[in-house]
């Protein structure tokens, strides 16, 4: 009997130090841990348009403030890239792992690794389709439906007093990805209504200035009489911008546009009246990345969905708001 209490102890200390150990790579005791002493990952998408360059800069710039080690990676937009940099970050054993999602699917395994290992993940400005909601700490980043609904809104609005049909070509985002499919659900919720808004074409262009031009060089070839163009980014927007431009129209007038983002080239253009009417995204989520990461380690209870204020932007309200604009 004595031989058996003797090993429970032994047993029950060994699982009371591994626990110690799992509580502290997820933040479960590190309340004592200084910001300097704080290791996180970052796996981005990649650099595919001037919004993630911002968002890149900024969480950069904020876990510098911080004084917190950030550990980054860009994916190039490739999902195994992702995977392969969250991978790493298990085996180097961060505090937190952060990322931005290239698509929404196919990331429960290497979740499950990042939980196994007593590692929180946190989502920012992307989600991913897990039932397994355990999987992360908590998702950072904007509505997308949203956004779609005020593009959306707006159009209505501009066609009120017209019965005429109206033709819109939709440049979609990169394939899969939370943003893509979501602009366009929203965008279409509000509508779908109205008989005389049709979706005549609808593409990706990768989110992408040069997939955008692309894109729409093709589609105008086959939707030559198109009233809208609804991009999912600003890039690909400006690039439709100059493939209107190379056919003979004028952006803005001849075929109206909405964009989504609100960077300064995107602003630009639309103080210039290129673009019709601009849906905020804001990729200044450093800070609010930050907050979150401290309050993990810290063993405290976050919330599941943090959303991000927005805006949007008419013409006026651009040149306006370009001389302060962050990014």
């Known amino acids: 009997m004595k031989k058996l209490v003797t090993g429970l102890a032994a047993t029950g200390a060994l699982l009371l130090a591994l626990t110690g150990c799992s509580a502290g790579a997820s933040g479960g005791d590190g309340g004592d841990k200084a910001p300097e002493d704080i290791i996180v990952g970052f796996a981005q998408v990649g650099a595919e348009s001037g919004w993630r360059t911002a968002n890149t800069k900024d969480v950069k710039r904020a876990f510098e403030d911080a ?31 952060a990322f931005s999602p290239v698509v929404e699917s196919g990331w429960d395994a290497v979740l499950q690794e990042a939980k196994d290992a007593g590692i929180p993940v946190i989502l920012t400005d992307r989600a991913v389709d897990s039932e397994d909601e355990s999987l992360f700490e ?8 949203e956004e779609g609904n005020k593009a959306g809104e707006w159009l209505v609005e501009e066609y009120a007093d017209s019965d005429d049909p109206v033709k819109i070509i939709q440049l979609e985002g990169t394939t899969g ?64 911008i100059e493939a209107i431009e190379e056919a003979g129209l004028v952006p803005g007038e001849d075929i109206k546009i909405i964009t989504v983002d609100a960077v300064k080239d995107g602003m630009q253009a639309l103080a210039d009246g290129k673009i019709n009417f601009i849906v905020e995204c804001n990729p200044l989520l450093g800070d609010q990345l930050v907050d979150l990461v401290k309050k993990v380690v ?30």
């Open 67 to 97: 004084g917190i080690e950030l550990k980054f990676s860009d994916a190039q937009q490739k999902q195994e890239n992702q995977i392969k940099a969250i991978r790493s970050y298990i085996q180097q054993g961060v505090d937190v792992i």
């Open 138 to 145: 908590s998702f950072l980043g904007s509505d997308f439906v």
């Open 177 to 240: 990805a939370a943003p893509a499919i979501d602009r366009a659900e929203g965008f279409a919720e509000i509508i779908k209504d109205e008989s005389k808004f049709e979706i005549v074409a609808s593409q990706t262009g990768d989110f992408t200035r040069a997939g955008g031009k692309q894109v729409t060089e093709a589609l105008l070839k086959s939707n030559p009489d198109v009233d809208v163009i609804y991009s999912h980014n600003d890039d690909m927007g400006l690039g439709a």
């Open 298 to 327: 810290a063993g405290e209870d976050i919330e599941k969905r943090v959303v991000t204020e927005e805006t949007t932007f008419t013409q006026e309200e651009a040149k306006e708001a370009l001389p302060d604009r962050q990014y």
